[in-house]
Antibody
Framework: QVQLQESGPGLVKPSETLSLTCTVS????????WNWIRQPPGEGLEWIGY???????NYNPSLKSRVTTSVDTSKNQFSLKLSSVTAADTAVYYC????????????WGRGTMVTVSS | EIVLTQSPGTLSLSPGERATLSCRAS???????LVWYQQKPGQAPRLLIY???NRATGIPDRFSGSGSGTDFTLTISRLEPEDFAVYYC?????????FGGGTKVEI
């Protein structure tokens, strides 16, 4: 059974870069498309984008100019960088596995809260 | 971008009652690309229904999905105490992938 675990700083200063890592266990990271999704406190879900070990990426246009994702196959991890953060980027950040056969996110990490504040 | 509008925002029901949740898309969505998730407080979303009407592994048969085009429905036939949660629809027939705003099912 695939499991995902997010890690990274819980507090980021405005204008700095938010950096998170998702560690994949139970399967090879080369097998699927890996996604980032966020949820501001008390609000709904927003898709950030996906990354694949081949280098393929796709980002939400609303965040595209600030987002970078990558895959480290040697560590079975993928990462998210979001630059020039503001208070509006405060959210729980989830990593999730896209199951192509289902056309859905079938495995989610537990999420990590990131607060943007000075 | 396809906007998904969920209604009602909040549904107040009792255990044993039937819940009907709506998800309306701003453009037609292929049924294959319409998904429902359940989220409980402090937890990540959980996959319920994929392909508009297929239950995910381990999901009880009191949950069912239906619909096509721009109108989709999630039905919970008889609410159990553990079903009180927020439900989101999601589409990826067209990029970017989008979620609806959610329906909270409360007691």
């Amino acid at each position: 059974q695939v499991q995902l675990q997010e890690s990274g700083p819980g507090l980021v200063k405005p204008s700095e870069t938010l950096s998170l890592t998702c560690t994949v266990s139970g399967d090879s990271i080369s097998s699927y498309y890996w996604n980032w999704i966020r949820q501001p406190p008390g609000e709904g879900l927003e898709w950030i984008g996906y990354t694949h070990h081949s280098g393929s990426t796709n980002y939400n246009p609303s965040l595209k100019s600030r987002v970078t994702t990558s895959v480290d196959t040697s560590k079975n991890q993928f990462s998210l960088k979001l630059s020039s953060v503001t208070a509006a980027d405060t959210a729980v950040y989830y990593c999730a596995k896209w199951a192509g056969s289902l056309e859905a996110f079938d495995i989610w990490g537990r999420g990590t809260m990131v607060t943007v504040s000075s | 971008e396809i906007v998904l509008t969920q209604s009602p925002g909040t549904l107040s029901l009792s255990p044993g009652e039937r819940a009907t949740l709506s998800c309306r898309a701003s453009q037609s969505v292929t049924s294959t690309h319409l998904v429902w998730y359940q989220q409980k407080p402090g937890q990540a979303p959980r996959l319920l229904i994929y392909g508009a009407s297929n239950r995910a592994t381990g999901i009880p048969d009191r949950f069912s999905g239906s619909g096509s085009g721009t109108d989709f429905t999630l039905t919970i036939s008889r609410l159990e105490p553990e079903d009180f949660a927020v439900y989101y629809c999601q589409q990826y027939g067209s990029s970017p992938l989008t979620f609806g705003g959610g329906t909270k099912v409360e007691i």
